[in-house]
Antibody, heavy 120, light 107 residues
Framework: QVQLVESGGGVVQPGRSLRLSCAAS????????MHWVRQAPGKGLEWVAL????????YYADSVKGRFTISRDNSKNTLYLQMSSLRAEHTAVYYC?????????????WGQGTLVTVSS | DIQMTQSPSSLSASVGDRVTITCRAS??????LNWYQQKPGKAPKLLIY???NLQSGVPSRFSGSGSGTDFTLTISSLQPEDFATYYC?????????FGPGTNVDLK
């Protein structure tokens, strides 16, 4: 069965960096675009970034552009989100999500989420 | 950016009620509209894609309609497991914005 398992969250000081991982299993990872979506405590969902199935294309929300980098290693079935110069407003649960089919932006599978807390 | 709004922001309903949630886009998105259900502490779950297509495994009491800028999610007969927050999301253009959510709770 399809599984997405995020890791790498935790408490980090403002200005520091953090890398999130999303380990995928149960499907042909290299065939699917992947996204990161976040949710600040008590707030709604916010799209963060997407990467194409082969890693050749990346897109970002303006709120993270220049600070966050999405990447993937298809040999390891793993998606990453490198976050730098973190600020309090980056505090959120970060979800990785698989798209329904190539070219779509419909998420049929989500990870359980990993909490990032930016605080001194 | 395309802005998404939802109404109401919250509603109270009883088991068996018919519930309708509206989502509006700031510009036409054709049928590039998804609906998700989220329960506290859980990841969202896909209910409806492309405005009106029921995701596999989702009960038929859920339905979606609309195109262009105005969309609706309907639950024909609310069940205890349906108390949750519902989000629409446009999948037409980056950034792929979500609506602010509609919380459905027990009257």
């Amino acid at each position: 069965q399809v599984q997405l398992v995020e890791s790498g969250g935790g408490v980090v000081q403002p200005g520091r960096s953090l890398r999130l991982s999303c380990a995928a299993s149960g499907f042909t990872f290299r065939s699917y675009a992947m996204h990161w979506v976040r949710q600040a405590p008590g707030k709604g969902l916010e799209w963060v970034a997407l990467i194409s199935y082969d890693g050749s294309k990346e897109y970002y929300a303006d709120s993270v552009k220049g600070r966050f980098t999405i990447s993937r290693d298809n040999s390891k079935n793993t998606l990453y989100l490198q976050m730098s110069s973190l600020r309090a407003e980056h505090t959120a649960v970060y979800y990785c999500a698989r798209v329904f089919k190539e070219g779509s932006v419909t998420y049929d599978y989500w990870g359980q989420g990993t909490l990032v807390t930016v605080s001194s | 950016d395309i802005q998404m709004t939802q109404s109401p922001s919250s509603l109270s309903a009883s088991v068996g009620d018919r519930v309708t949630i509206t989502c509006r886009a700031s510009q036409s998105i054709s049928n590039y509209l998804n609906w998700y259900q989220q329960k506290p502490g859980k990841a969202p779950k896909l209910l409806i894609y492309a405005a009106s297509n029921l995701q596999s495994g989702v009960p038929s009491r859920f339905s979606g309609s609309g195109s262009g800028t105005d969309f609706t999610l309907t639950i024909s007969s609310l069940q205890p497991e349906d108390f949750a927050t519902y989000y629409c999301q446009q999948s037409s253009n980056t950034p792929f914005t979500f609506g602010p959510g509609t919380n459905v709770d027990l009257k």
